[in-house]
């Protein structure tokens, strides 16, 4: 079981960054694509991008590139989020989740995502 915790979420400003971050425990890091994803109040999940084993980047949602973007450092166990220009609608509680991939370099498909971490709340508002 893949344990996963996220942090760095906050209040910013519309405009503002924030970077959260994806600890992963009790697992090789390197043997796990991790996906990003959030969740707005009376919305449903939404998949944002995926950062594959080799720190290959997939995303879901393709206007989100150019802003967000997803690093990964295996030593440390742990993944980022970093959001730049942040709008009122990237308000959400963001979550980061795994999924063992056996190729390096894809992102899996949304459903295959089976770990999942407890999310962290971002606010965008002026």
């Known amino acids: 079981q893949v344990q996963l915790v996220e942090s760095g979420g906050g209040s910013v400003q519309p405009g503002g960054s924030l970077r959260l971050s994806c600890a992963v425990a009790d697992v090789t890091l390197d043997d796990y694509a991790i996906g990003w994803f959030r969740q707005a109040p009376g919305k449903g999940r939404e998949g944002l991008l995926c950062i594959s084993r080799s720190g290959a980047p997939g995303y879901y949602v393709a206007s989100l590139q150019g802003r967000f973007t997803a690093t990964r450092d295996n030593a440390e166990n742990t993944v980022y989020l970093q959001m730049n220009g942040l709008k009122v609608e990237d308000a959400a509680t963001y979550y980061c989740?795994?999924?063992?991939?056996?190729?390096?370099?894809?992102?899996?498909?949304?459903?295959?995502?089976?770990?999942w971490g407890r999310g962290t709340q971002v606010s965008v508002s002026s």
């Open positions: 989740a795994a999924a063992r991939t056996s190729g390096r370099n894809m992102c899996p498909s949304q459903a295959n995502y089976d770990s």
